[in-house]
């Protein structure tokens, strides 16, 4: 893991106030060890590399890093800036039924990602989803996709071996029209490796169907060789994001970089198990941090350093530990000091064997954290200190003042309560002992 390479290294550089040519050199070539090792094809490597360099040479130290820490920091947010934006969602800027049209070697994952963009698509409104398959060169292709739909609680268009593609599709776009669907997803065959004939009929299917995107479904376990595939299909078809799969497996997410920076595509989700659930809205930090493997509790204590007013965590840490006088004022306190740490994916991607969450579970904890602070917000010191007293009228006019539902109220209150109880719990290690940890 790189930063217990750089380990190394980056002692006998304390105490240096710049960053420079001679002080970055070794662990320079760390980042690129790590870099390649985590599959990332060389000449994104060496750009990346190059930029970096220019990047930090001259900078000055922060007087509580050394300069290794420092570069990684830049490393580190470079890496995420090269990946993107987070993605924009699934667009249905079209009439409907918008199109999507999967493309992808086989293998790739198409079909079983096109099940998963359904839950993807439900998460964005109620929708009317539609699949059919084009992949009549192998016949168990399309009973693949039928199953897929059946899982997905979607519908399917039945395809048969001996049409042709194209006319699968026009006919499942007619079919979609009459009866009203808001989206249809057009599965299609890949062939083991980039052929002409391939990227002939997809372009094909592309030119006819004219979709909103065109979702190029990818392998992470490929590594350098989904370089070569995203040159084919990004110079075949005007690619609107990138599908990385299999993330699951041991690839070190190098190939969400290289397919990035060759596309110039966003990757917009990325598929992490064989079942429909296993698919994740994109994280360029999430997905930076993964590759540099800095995925552990020395960088959390670091920015918790940074980033969390000790004496305050001190004063949490004691009460969390006896579980006595927590009151709101303290829930809010942690919920801000999370937030700090780069909320709670932040906080999670730090913690050993905790990278895999999903990631739709964060944005909507994050989402959450940022009501519940609104509440609290809205409530009087009294209130804070003892929220048994807060009945029908104090939650009207707190549900108003924070812009929310009475319900929303009750439920923070309801989750006050069995933060309270679960405190009993942390007290005999967990977050108490987390929270001592942080004072460094
Ligand atoms: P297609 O040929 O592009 O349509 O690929 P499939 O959807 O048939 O997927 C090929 C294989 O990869 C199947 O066994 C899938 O179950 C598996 N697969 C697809 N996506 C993922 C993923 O995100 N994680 C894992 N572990 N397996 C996946
Ligand atoms: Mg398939």
Known sequence: NLSQRLGAVVKNLRGQGRLTESNIQDALREVRVALLE??????VVRDFIARVKERALGQDVLSSLTPGQMLIGIVQKELAALMGEQAAPLSFAAQPPVVYLMAGLQGAGKTTSSGKLVRMIRAQGKKKVLLVSCDVYRPAAIEQLKTVAAQAEADFFPSSPDQKPLDIALAALDYA?????????VDTAGRLHVD??????????????KPVETLFVVDAMQGQDAVNTAKAFGDALPLTGIILTKLDGDARGGA???????????????GVGEKLSGIEVFHPERMASRILG????????????????????IKVAKKLKTGKGFDLDDFKSQIQQMQK??????????????????????AQGEKQMRRIEGIINSMTPKERQQPEIIK????????AGAGVQVQDVNRLLTQFEQMQKMMKTFSKGGMAKMMRGMKG
């Open 294 to 313: 800095m995925g552990d509790v020395l960088s959390l204590i670091e920015e918790a350093q940074k980033g969390v007013d000790q004496a305050e965590a």
């Open 341 to 362: 740490m780069g909320g709670l994916g932040g906080l999670i991607d730090k913690l050993p064997g905790m990278g895999q969450l999903k990631a739709g579970d964060l």
């Open 38 to 43: 985590a599959d990332v094809a060389l000449p």
């Open 392 to 399: 029908a009228s104090r939650k009207r006019r707190i549900a």
């Open 196 to 209: 002409e004939a391939m990227m002939q009929e997809i372009r094909e299917l592309h030119a006819a169907l």
């Open 177 to 185: 029209r009459r009866h009203f669907f808001d989206v249809l997803i």
């Open 256 to 270: 969400a970089l290289s397919v990035r920076q060759i596309t110039g595509k966003p990757i917009k989700f990325v």
